[in-house]
């Protein structure tokens, strides 16, 4: 999930199953986020497992409490 971080830039968390934060890591910008998820090896991961990338940089206007990036086949956002 992307969340507006306070004094600016974006939070992001990498949740597994009922919400454990797996990892988290902040960035300045949304398209800063996706680059720091590939370079983690996670949407390498996740293209391994047949999971479905949403780019943040795609999701920038959505309003929420938080941006789907990866989800588990059969996962509901």
């Keep these: 999930m992307a969340y507006p971080a306070t004094g600016g830039g974006w939070h992001i968390s990498l949740l597994q199953a009922r919400g454990i934060v797996r990892d ?3 960035a300045t910008d949304l398209d800063a986020g ?3 998820l590939q370079d983690r090896g996670y949407l390498s991961l996740a293209s391994a497992m047949g999971c ?3 780019r943040l ?4 206007n959505e309003q929420g409490r938080g ?3 990866f989800l588990d086949p059969g996962e509901d956002a």
């Design 52 to 54: 479905d990338w949403d």
């Design 67 to 69: 941006t789907p990036v």
């Design 24 to 26: 988290s890591f902040t």
């Design 34 to 36: 996706d680059h720091a």
């Design 57 to 60: 940089t795609s999701r920038r």
